[in-house]
Structure formats: C-alpha cells, structure tokens
C-alpha cells in the first residue's frame, strides 16, 4: 500500500498570503496519479487537482499542483475566505489512499 | 446538473447489517466507476470499494473484505453498499463517488454523504 504523508499538518496563514502544502508518497505513484481535495466543515471534499499539475472545472487559477515521482506539492498564490480547510492529497495510481489532511486555518 | 445523493445510514449494533443507497442523476450512469470512500468522525478520508461499469469488477479495502458488498443497478442509476457484521469501527459518514470520465481513478464529484453509527 502506498503511504501518503502530507504536511504541515495544520498552515496558519492571512487572507492573501501564499499557501505552499506537501505531500510525500512512501513509494513512487504510477503515471503521478496524484488528485487533491478540500473539504470544508459539514460537506464534501471537493475536487481541486488531477494527475499533479491539472485544474479540475471551475476551480480557479490561484490553485497550482506541482512534483512527481514521491513529492508533490499543491500551492493557493493568494488565500481567499472561502479557502480555508482541510485539504487531502489522494493516489490512484495502484490502489486509492488519502493522505492524513492538511488544515489550512485563519491565523 | 451532476448529483449523486447518499442515503441508508443510521444506528446499528455491533454485528449488525446496513445497506447504504447512492442516487445517481444529470450524467450517464453506466460510464463511470463508482466508489464508497468513509470519514471517521475528526478524522480523514478513507476509500471503501469501486466497481466498474458493469459490475464485473469490484474492489475492496482490506478491512472490510468479506463483510460489505459494492453493487449497482444501471436501470436505477443507483449505487449500493451492503455493510454485514458491522464493528465500532466501521462508524463514519459515508460518501459516494463518481470516478472521472477518462476512468483514472479520480472522484470529480461526491455525495453529501450518510452517516453509519455502529454502537450498543
């Protein structure tokens, strides 16, 4: 099974600042199946990334993924309000597994 | 309008027997995968069970392997989760999921979700 380790596990940050979240796989994921999400308190997750790098529809630019291989990272340039929550990084490369979440919080 | 509405959850005792429901409507239905991804209360996403198109493939992770059952009905466009000999552990809310349309494993749309409690 492929381990997902995302960190920090909680980002406290202002509105308008950059956002920088990571996570590292326990072995390489297979074509960098590699999907992000957040999830705000009460719905479910949304999806924001596919295969590392690509915008899912609707989701706006400020959103980027990066990395392959084992590492990969999901940026927001500029924090909004409605951003803040906890963000999930998910392999489906061989097998599915999420990793553990990150909270993005109001500092 | 793509939407898929979980429902079936509740109490149950431990050994007990669930059947989760999942209506599908605004795509079709008998192209995509579908998927039961859980979330222990405060705590993160875990991925349940796929099943292809035609319901020839099916998925499961270990901890639940030889109690729950995924199916469908593409008459319905429905999707189920048949959850036998039910353990604490198995409290959560319980999400639906649709696979993306080029079938690689992503889940670009979700249920609102049910809630299984499992406690004497």
């Known amino acids: 099974e492929i381990v997902l380790t995302q960190s920090p596990g909680t980002l406290s940050l202002s509105p308008g600042e950059r956002a920088t979240l990571s996570c590292r796989a326990s072995?390489?994921?297979?074509?960098?199946?590699l999907a992000w999400y957040h999830q705000k308190p009460g719905q479910a997750p949304r999806l924001l990334i596919y295969?590392?790098?690509s915008r899912a529809t609707g989701i706006p630019d400020r959103f980027s993924g990066s990395g392959s291989g084992t590492d990969f990272t999901l940026t927001i340039s500029r924090l909004e309000p409605e951003d803040f929550a906890v963000y999930y990084c998910?392999?489906?490369?061989?097998?599915?597994?999420f990793g553990q979440g990150t909270k993005v919080e109001i500092k | 309008e793509v939407q898929l509405v979980d429902s079936g959850g509740g109490l149950v005792q431990p050994g007990g027997s669930l059947r989760l429901s999942c209506a599908a409507s605004?795509?079709?239905?008998?192209?995509?995968?579908m998927s039961w991804v859980r979330q222990a209360p405060g705590k993160g996403l875990e991925w349940v069970a796929n099943?292809?198109?035609?319901?020839?493939?099916?998925y499961y992770v270990d901890s639940v392997k030889g109690r729950f059952t995924i199916s469908r009905d593409n008459t319905k466009n429905s999707l189920y989760l048949q959850m036998n000999s039910l353990r604490a552990e198995d409290t959560a809310v319980y999400y639906c999921?649709?696979?993306?349309?080029?079938?690689?494993?992503?889940?670009?749309?979700w249920g609102q979700g049910t809630l299984v409690t499992v406690s004497s």
């Open positions: 999921g649709r696979y993306d349309s080029s079938g690689e494993g992503y889940f670009d749309y």
């Open positions: 072995q390489s994921v297979h074509r960098n199946y």
């Open positions: 099943i292809n198109q035609d319901g020839s493939e099916r």
């Open positions: 605004g795509f079709t239905f008998n192209r995509h995968w």
């Open positions: 998910q392999q489906y490369g061989r097998s599915w597994t």
């Open positions: 295969g590392a790098s």
